[in-house]
């Protein structure tokens, strides 16, 4: 999907060169094709920004996912430690409560 995708977009850069290249050879303003022109070339600079903001959320989203994951492993560690005095511990009781609380609660 990716290379169909990527294919698209530089069938599009194709044609706006072509259409750049058509009105230079003609020599006389043809304003239909210099309106294609720039509709085409503010699709490829809409694109190009898409493409920026994407990859700039993929970044944040990846921080994210290792922050969660840095959690997740604390909290594993806090429960295997919890195992391991049977939750006898009165600190580690409640913190078995908090590791268990449902967000309603």
Do not use: F
């Not at 698209?8 to 210099?34: D, K, M, P, R």
């Not at 903001?53 to 919890?82: H, P, Q, T, V």
């Amino acid at each position: 999907m990716e290379g169909s995708r990527s294919q698209l977009w530089n069938l599009i850069e194709q044609i706006t060169g072509q259409i750049y290249e058509l009105q230079q050879q003609e020599g006389e303003s043809n304003q239909e094709l210099e309106e294609l022109a720039e509709k085409l070339q503010r699709l490829l600079v809409i694109h190009k920004k898409y493409n920026e903001m994407e990859k700039d959320s993929n970044i944040k989203l990846l921080a994210l996912m290792r922050e969660r994951n840095l959690y997740l492993e604390k909290c594993r560690k806090i429960e295997s430690l919890g195992q391991g005095m049977n939750w006898q511990n009165p600190v580690m009781s409640k913190v078995l409560g908090v590791l268990y609380q449902n967000s309603e609660d």
